[in-house]
T-cell receptor
């Protein structure tokens, strides 16, 4: 089970690009990297998932270096509504197995005007 | 298309009382999950069900039981509630190949006095 390490909190300003890095030194060959966003009093929401290199969707980009020991979630031009907790998950899901379904404490991102 | 629904939204119990938290999804997903989230913490997996008819323990199963009633419904039961079970409970479902794109319900806020 790959353990992840993220900063506890980060601050930024509206309009800036925010990068949140997650370390996962013992990631296994078959592990995927997944990021979730959680607002207060709501359940987490899936943001993005990747295996290697770069993945981009309408919300964020995920950068994964060749050694896959870390990953960076990039949020372009953040707004106040991006203030939330961001979780990085790493692990293998195989036919219903729960390996890696540990959310940890996440990164509390605070966006200021 | 309601996604994942949970009932009740709030509940207050006395120590020793029992109750069942209900969860239903209308996305035809095979896998369903129950998590708890304590203040300032990430989510911890209680039980999960890879498919109809199967259930498995997660990280913190003690004091809970589950039933996968059918493909849509997955219930969580507290037989004898304890103050340590005061938490927010989230249900989720998934059917992605890597299992990590989970869809979460709005949560049930449970207080045990």
């Amino acid at each position: 089970l790959a353990k992840t390490t993220q900063p506890i909190s980060m601050d930024s300003y509206e309009g800036q690009e925010v990068n949140i890095t997650c370390s996962h030194n013992n990631i296994a060959t078959n592990d995927y990297i997944t990021w979730y966003q959680q607002f207060p009093s709501q359940g987490p929401r899936f943001i993005i998932q990747g295996y290697k290199t770069k993945v981009t969707n309408e919300v964020a980009s995920l950068f994964i270096p060749a050694d896959r020991k870390s990953s960076t979630l990039s949020l372009p031009r953040v707004s106040l509504s991006d203030t939330a907790v961001y979780y990085c998950l790493v692990g293998l899901y195989s036919g219903g197995g729960a390996d890696g379904l540990t959310f940890g404490k996440g990164t509390h991102l605070i966006i200021q005007p | 298309n309601a996604g994942v629904t949970q009932t009740p939204k709030f509940q207050v119990l006395k120590t020793g009382q029992s109750m069942t938290l209900q969860c239903a999804q209308d996305m035809n997903h095979n896998s369903m999950y129950w998590y708890r989230q304590d203040p300032g913490m990430g989510l911890r997996l209680i039980y999960y069900s890879a498919s109809e008819g199967t259930t498995d323990k997660g990280e913190v199963p003690n004091g809970y039981n589950v039933s996968r009633l059918n493909k849509r419904e997955f219930s969580l039961r507290l037989e004898s509630a304890a103050p340590s079970q005061t938490s927010v409970y989230f249900c989720a479902s998934s059917d992605s190949p890597t299992g990590y794109e989970q869809f979460f319900g709005p949560g049930t806020r449970l207080t045990v006095l």
